[in-house]
């Protein structure tokens, strides 16, 4: 008999609710630095577990994810050419460095299960897919989470620029910029104490105001394409599913 109700008891508990998306395809922009983690340079595979586990808990809800990460804590094209380098040149190696870094992405995902592409934007067919729009979003559809890696392949574009324009290729409803403080301020909160944390702001006021949260060509585009942005702390555990779910996190940047 008490095993007979035990059994009842497991048939009418309810199902667990998953949280419902707010978004349902996103693009995540991480800058290369995020990965080095306290370290100084490289990468820290500490940090790529935990970016892997917050895209983790999207994936989980049924999110379509794609992801653009720069290559600061390797290279940058702009510091290399201040050095000496060809500017051309500079941007290439930076681009290249951002494929070392969706590898090391590709690797922490796939390690708790997450299926994943990297797609570069340079030929490499022995490390990486090439970037065709349609197939991203094919992999999109098959719930895969996307890297896209080499910037636009183009020098003189940053991987601001890259991401808001895979957002606009792939159809994003979002873009999620990880950054390592709250969101934007009125003025750098490392140097400035009392810097305001700004809730919402306007693409024309980001452009005004020469706040620093993607380059002017990357605002202008997803000003121009009506695309929102949220600018969010990447440190804090679950503030990427939270912004996800539409809980106010960060920095909405809209029209």
Not at 172 to 180: D, G, M, P, Q, S
Request: proline share 3%.
């Amino acid at each position: 008999m008490a095993g007979d109700e035990v059994q009842q008891q497991v048939l009418v508990e309810e199902p667990v609710q998953l949280e419902k998306p707010h978004y349902r395809r996103v693009l995540v922009k991480l800058s290369g630095e995020a990965l080095m983690g306290s370290q100084g340079f490289g990468i820290d595979p500490s940090v790529t577990q935990g970016i892997a586990w917050q895209v983790q808990e999207l994936h989980q809800l049924g999110v379509e994810i794609a992801i653009v990460v720069g290559g600061g804590n390797i290279i940058r094209g702009v510091a290399v050419s201040e050095a000496g380098f060809d500017r051309a040149t500079g941007d290439y190696m930076g681009m290249l460095a951002t494929v070392i870094n969706a590898l090391a992405l590709q690797n922490a995902l796939e390690k708790i299960g997450v299926f994943t592409r990297v797609l570069s934007a340079i030929h490499m067919a022995e490390v990486a897919e090439p970037f065709i729009r349609r197939r991203a979003i094919r992999h999109l559809e098959k719930k895969r989470v996307v890297i896209f890696a080499a910037g636009t392949g183009n020098p003189y574009f940053s991987t601001d620029t890259a991401a808001a324009l895979r957002a606009m290729e792939i159809r994003a409803e979002v873009i999620l910029k990880a950054t390592r403080v709250e969101g934007v301020y009125d003025s750098d909160p490392n140097i400035n104490r009392e810097a305001k944390l700004l809730r919402r702001l306007t693409y024309l006021e980001v452009l005004e105001k020469g706040l620093k949260v993607m380059d002017t060509t990357a605002i202008s585009l997803c000003m121009d394409n009506d695309l929102p942005i949220i600018v969010l702390n990447l440190l804090q555990k679950g503030n990427i599913k939270r912004a996800v779910v539409g809980e106010k996190v960060g920095s909405l940047i809209s029209r």
